[in-house]
């Protein structure tokens, strides 16, 4: 589940998804006809055949069909009509024998063991609209949706979980503002799914913690990997050195006057930048080690690419460039980009969402994917403060 062009539901989303896998029968009343149809249909077929010709044994399926999509109490209603009917077609026709009488028991006792089993179905139903209700919360206190304007940027962003039953996993992205510009980080944690959550959770806490008091973008990577370095795993030891988990992740320190951005990359694939319509990837140094191996800091070197009025910068994770179609081809970025019709970033997000969802068939990725893009605005109005205190970035090494 994917809503755009936040990256996580909020609350209205969230009762809008529980709402959505409660019980089939309350998205599709009509469904409700179907077993009475069935039963009438039955019912004439027996009475307009010959007695030794007996229909009413496939009333068995009304009760059936009913408990795929409606609940106990509609689904016992519907066994008892069953009942009903075939009680009435046998004396119709003749005198029940000990045949009828055996089916209309075999009869009754399919109906009540469906209701059952519809009234445990929505038992577990319920309980699993609690567990998804309580996940999705988790969920979108984790990835905290991006504005869509920060700063002198206006910002879009998707995400597409490789999990069918998530709405984020490995992937990250988060923005904090500075005393002159914006930071924006984007991320991938090694792995995918829910089990990725908290390695995204701890990064990401560190980058809102530390975004607006580091200086420089060398010095936030350091301490980004330092956090993520020194966390302890489930089994209580420090992860350094043992090289299972980490994170890659590309850092941009974007200017609120004019000027270039400045970026910083561990490991992650660089940015795309779109200008009149064409895309191309800026030259930047040699990316260093992924966060958590404790080796970033050491070799992080920044760069900066130069920002033209109108340009937008696309940030994205390993998911899109590594997502196959049917033939195993991974998807061309770049080249789709050039198809794009253009606009703005909130359009360009939208569209290659589409177009990598058809890339892919539209069935599961391989690997989570995220997309950010943003633009310069002018005149665009912060949307949040700026912090009293926080230190001027510069441009690192």
């Not at 009149?276 to 992924?290: Q, T």
């Not at 606009?343 to 069935?363: A, I």
């Not at 995220?370 to 009293?388: D, K, N």
Request: glycine share 10%; hydrophobic share 45%; charged share 15%.
């Amino acid at each position: 589940m994917v809503t755009f062009p936040t990256p996580a539901p909020g609350i209205a989303g969230i009762t809008s998804a529980v709402r959505r896998v409660g019980p089939p029968g309350d998205r599709r009343p009509w469904l409700v006809a179907v077993p009475f149809v069935l039963i009438v249909v039955i019912v004439l077929a027996d009475l307009m055949t010959p007695p030794s010709i007996r229909f009413t044994p496939f009333l068995a399926a009304a009760p059936a069909v009913t408990a795929s999509f409606a609940g106990a109490r509609t689904t016992a209603g519907v066994g008892a009509l069953a009942v009903a009917s075939q009680i009435a077609t046998d004396h119709a026709e003749a005198p029940a024998h000990l045949n009828e009488t055996v089916a209309t028991i075999a009869l009754l006792a399919v109906s009540v063991f469906v209701a059952l089993f519809a009234r445990l179905r929505e038992h577990y139903g319920r309980r699993y609209d609690q567990a998804r209700s309580l996940a999705l919360t988790a969920q979108n206190a984790v990835l905290r949706p991006l504005p869509l304007r920060l700063g002198r940027i206006e910002i879009a962003s998707v995400y597409l979980a490789a999990e069918a039953e998530a709405v984020i996993g490995g992937d990250l992205y988060a923005a904090a503002r500075t005393a002159t510009g914006t930071r924006l980080m984007i991320g991938d944690v090694r792995g995918k799914g829910l089990g990725a959550i908290g390695e995204a959770a701890l990064v990401m806490g560190a980058f809102h913690a530390a975004a607006h008091q580091t200086p420089s973008l060398d010095g936030l990577v350091s301490t980004l990997d330092g956090a993520l370095a020194a966390a302890p795993d489930h089994a209580d030891t420090p992860r350094a050195g043992h090289g299972e988990e980490f994170v890659t992740a590309l850092l941009l320190d974007v200017p609120d006057r004019a000027g270039p951005i400045g970026v910083a990359s561990c490991g992650h694939p660089p940015p795309v930048v779109v200008r009149h319509g064409r895309p191309f990837v800026p030259p930047l140094p040699d990316a260093a080690p992924p966060l958590g191996l404790g080796l970033a800091s050491a070799h992080v070197r920044t760069g900066s690419i130069p920002w033209m009025p109108g340009d937008i910068v696309l940030l994205c994770t390993d998911g899109v460039l590594e997502a196959r179609d049917s033939g195993g081809r991974f998807y061309p970025l770049t080249e789709r980009i050039r198809s794009w019709p253009g606009g703005d970033p909130r359009s360009l997000v939208s569209y290659l969402r589409t177009d990598l969802l058809r890339h892919t068939g539209g069935g599961a990725l391989n690997d989570d994917a995220a997309l950010v893009a943003f633009r310069r605005v002018p005149h665009a109005a912060r949307t949040i403060p700026e912090p009293r205190q926080a230190v001027r970035p510069s441009a690192g090494r």
